[in-house]
Structure formats: structure tokens, C-alpha cells
């Protein structure tokens, strides 16, 4: 097993195993939040009505609206919450949000025994809010507290994985890199290839001058400090053909001296991103 390969499977290792305790804290989470919507479908399980619903819409929110039309809610209870903090509650405050209805021509029967009806049933609503809101609170905060609990036990782990997983990465990364600068250096070179969605890269060879179509790159020379480095470019050309009157393709070779060994770089590591590094 070649060393690239062991850093890569000691990478997928610890990757899969912080993925699994991602799920497992993640699962926790989701099943906070759907305790937290079952406290408040229950709370407000007694309102009854023939015309009006209630509704949870999130772990915070509470409304009533018309039978069978869940968005135009006419009445919203809701917690004003905030991320944990070790100096404050969760939970700010609560809120009723009262929106107004408009009913033309109420003076007719049928609209003004249904602003009476609409009325009674936002009164409702609201009476029972006011009745269930601090056991509301506390109930609410009892599940976030007990969750977040649960789910604390798992971030020092959580840590650790992670930062595991990013060193993995980093020598990985630092491997390719040393192995590229090696290469650079070979005969050989390092060569490029185009493929959909990316052309043939390109590099600033100086500030005023970019290039394109870049097939392979090798360095033929260097300045003591190593921020210079002579630069030889193989690139895709084309040119005019009399004989066979239309455009052939073709390998231009160049040399351009003290390109900045930076702009290589970052050539190199746009085009292992992009994966235009022929191996």
C-alpha cells in the first residue's frame, strides 16, 4: 500500500466514523424538536370548533386558521427564543399576534353571523393560550434543556473527530502538494487535461500577462530564494495549415523565466480541485 493511499483510507476511516456521530446527535436534535411540536399540539388539543383549526407550524409557533387552509392564519401564538447562552433563558418572551379581518357589507346576515363566528373562535384561541402559556414555557424549555443535554455528551467527541479529520486532510494535501513540487521538477513534468465545464488552465506568467491552454508545465530553473522559478509551458496552439486550408492543433513549447512560484501554486491546487491534473 502506497503511503498516499494509507493517508487516504486512514482520512475515510475517521471521516465515516465522525459522519456516524453526526447522524446519532443530529437524530437527537430532530427528536427534541418533535417533542417540542407534540407538547404544543397538546396544549391546545382541547380548542374544538367547526370552522376553525389549530395548527403547529414550527417548535415555536401555534395558529389558528380556517378549516382546511393551513397559511391564512387569522391568530399566532409563538416563543421568542434565542440560542443558549450560560447568562439567560431560552425562551424571552411569548406573543399572541392578532391579525385583523376585513368583512364588507356586514350589515347582511350571512357576514355579519360569520365575523361573530370568526371572532368567537380567535377569543377561544386566545383564551387558551393565555391559560396554557406558562406551563407552555416551562414544558418547552424542560425538552430543550433535556436534549441539549443528550446531545453535549457528544461534542468533545464531536471535537476531537473533527480535528482528527482536518489533520487527515491537511497531510494528505501536504503529501500531493510535496509530490506535485517533485514533479515539477521530473522531465516529465506535470500535464493537464480539459474536460466539460473546465477548459485547459491558464497562469499569470506575469502581472500584465496571462496564458492559456496550458498542457504541461515543468520548472527548468530556479532563484536561491525558491519565489522564482523558470518556467517551461508546453500549450495547446493552433495554426493555419496551407496544405490542408483549415487550423491544426498543435504543442507550442515556451520558456518563461521568473514566474512567481506562488502563481504556480495556485495553478496546481485549482486544477487538483478540478481534478484537470493528469495522473
Do not use: C
Not at 443530529?26 to 383549526?53: P, T, V
Not at 391568530?75 to 425562551?91: A, H
Not at 461534542?155 to 514533479?183: G, Y
Amino acid at each position: 500500500m502506497t503511503k498516499l493511499k494509507s493517508l487516504e483510507l486512514k482520512y475515510d476511516q475517521l471521516d465515516q466514523e465522525l459522519k456516524a456521530l453526526e447522524t446519532r446527535e443530529n437524530k437527537l436534535f430532530y427528536r427534541g424538536e418533535n417533542q417540542k411540536k407534540l407538547m404544543l399540539k397538546k396544549a391546545f388539543e382541547s380548542f374544538s370548533h367547526d370552522e376553525f383549526q389549530t395548527g403547529v407550524s414550527s417548535v415555536q409557533r401555534v395558529t389558528l386558521s380556517p378549516k382546511g387552509d393551513g397559511y391564512n392564519y387569522i391568530v399566532e401564538y409563538s416563543l421568542d427564543t434565542r440560542w443558549r447562552t450560560d447568562d439567560g433563558e431560552r425562551i424571552q418572551s411569548s406573543r399572541l399576534n392578532h391579525n385583523g379581518s376585513y368583512f364588507y357589507n356586514h350589515t347582511e346576515e350571512k357576514n355579519f353571523n360569520k365575523a361573530l363566528v370568526q371572532n368567537e373562535a380567535r377569543m377561544e384561541f386566545m383564551k387558551l393560550a393565555a391559560e396554557k402559556d406558562e406551563q407552555i414555557q416551562a414544558d418547552w424549555m424542560s425538552i430543550d434543556e433535556k436534549y441539549s443535554n443528550l446531545r453535549a455528551k457528544f461534542w468533545d467527541n464531536l471535537r476531537d473527530l473533527r480535528s482528527a479529520v482536518n489533520d487527515a486532510s491537511r497531510d494528505i494535501l501536504k503529501f500531493e502538494e510535496q509530490a506535485e513540487m517533485e514533479k515539477l521538477e521530473d522531465e516529465n513534468g506535470i500535464s493537464f487535461k480539459s474536460k466539460e465545464g473546465h477548459s485547459l488552465p491558464g497562469l499569470d506568467v506575469r502581472f500584465d500577462w496571462r496564458i492559456g491552454q496550458i498542457k504541461n508545465i515543468r520548472v527548468v530553473g530556479k532563484t536561491a530564494s525558491g519565489k522564482s522559478v523558470d518556467l517551461e509551458v508546453v500549450r495547446k496552439w493552433s495554426k493555419w495549415d496551407d496544405n490542408l486550408e483549415k487550423r491544426v492543433d498543435m504543442d507550442k513549447l515556451e520558456v518563461f523565466p521568473k514566474v512567481r512560484f506562488d502563481k504556480v501554486k495556485s495553478l496546481l491546487r485549482n486544477a487538483r480541485y478540478n481534478q484537470l491534473i493528469v495522473q
